[in-house]
DNA sequence: CGTAGTGTCTATAGCGACTATAGAGTCAAG
DNA sequence: CTTGACTCTATAGTCGCTATAGACACTACG
């Protein structure tokens, strides 16, 4: 039961270029190769892939799996630091939920300062210019990028 | 009354290093310089840099940055296309909300399948290996990159 | 006058997790 | 023998910065 790199990621829903990334990251284990030079992977890459996705999913970064796969394959030491990193996890996606919460009040704020008829110039506009009425986001440490802030939303040197 | 690019930089938080960038980027105008070559700015370019600003903050990024700043130059047309932005901007960021939430509730289960003590493997480890209870999650088109998901949370080819 | 410290300049590379492209080789079916 | 689908490697691009290197400018101090 030999699987070439596209039916690998038919079976685990991962793009072909993201299984070779994973390779070359040192995720996934150098696979055998055909007389070819195609890569053919075996039921255990089928689950490791499947492992990693499942991280993926679960919102932990490519350096944090590797620690897991390391874990896995030498399960030695206590495992109280992958309970850390869930917990870490945890407190992220909070500071995330409260701080596109805030975010969305503003745009829903920003939203109500303008009917699209632009008689008398953009509300929008006007409101983006002269700044917003909360004075915690006056110094919010936003690094937003497109979707929105990754940092969360602290004030900083007022 | 006039800054260079540090004092700029001072006056509307935005490293150095940002407002080069920026200007780049073609957001901000090039400024005059002095003899010794460096730039020197005025007021315009403090609010302007400060709009830019704020609407990184709001989760714009460059590329709807630079159409609201060519607007804003010159408003010939309807704003309506503003409003629509906006709105998008919302319905993305609450779409971000609500799979985060769900994230969030996965790792609440997670963390609850080890007690850290390894006696027996750990729990969170095993709970990663065989996949989560939550069918929705199997097909979960999530990209997300530690920052959790962008693309949403929407099942795809069941 | 020299020098130390700070600020500025340009150009280039790196971040993370992919994604896209180019150009070549492999293989089965018609 | 050609077509088309698949695979290979290597490289560059995405986004919004951030970091680094090496050079120049300016002020203060001795």
Redesign the interface.
Known sequence: MSLRIGELAKVT?CQVVTIRYYEKEGLLHRPERTNANYRLYGEEDV?RL??IR????????LAEIRD?LA??DN?T????W??DL??R??AD??A??AS??H??T???A??RT?D???HQ??G??DS??H??PCPY?E??D?R?????S?SGHTP?DS
């Open positions: 829903g689950e499947k492992f499942r991280c993926r999913l679960h919102g932990m970064n897991l874990f896995k399960p030491v206590s495992c109280a992958i309970n869930v917990e996890h945890i996606v909070e995330q939920i596109l919460e975010l969305k503003h745009l829903e920003l939203r303008c699209g008829e632009n110039g953009c929008i506009i983006l210019d700044g917003t986001c110094t919010w936003c937003a990028a497109g979707s929105a990754r900083k």
